[in-house]
């Protein structure tokens, strides 16, 4: 599900790493967005509305909306279209605005 070749753009190779998304260990290019590896491993529903609990995916892929927000390494409201993917990263949904779970 991602793009190889393109007629303008180049996609310089990366490595290939490892990430768990609600307990199951996919894999991602590094420095790709955590959204991204995400829709390459066919999971388009980020988050639910916290109103009325619709479907959120990849809306704007800037930072600028909410439609993204995912708890990453604990840390809730990280906005996955453009937190870089790092190796071993765990990424999950978060409920309503986010809690924080370190402490």
């Known amino acids: 599900m991602r793009i190889s070749e393109h007629p303008i753009l180049?996609?310089?190779?990366k490595r290939e790493v490892t990430f768990?998304?609600?307990?199951?260990?996919?894999?991602?290019l590094e420095g790709e967005p955590i959204a991204a590896a995400l829709h390459a491993?066919?999971?388009k529903v980020l988050r639910h509305s916290h109103k009325d609990h619709r479907a959120?995916?990849?809306f704007c892929a800037i930072g600028n909306c909410s439609s993204c927000y995912m708890e990453v390494n604990g840390e809730p409201n990280v906005r996955v279209c453009?937190?870089?993917?790092?190796?071993?990263?765990?990424?999950?949904?978060?409920?309503d605005k986010g809690k924080y779970t370190r402490r």
């Open 56 to 58: 959120r995916g990849f």
């Open 41 to 43: 491993n066919g999971i």
């Open 20 to 28: 768990t998304f609600e307990g199951q260990v996919l894999t991602g």
């Open 10 to 13: 180049e996609f310089p190779k």
């Open 82 to 95: 453009v937190e870089e993917l790092k190796e071993g990263m765990i990424v999950n949904r978060q409920e």
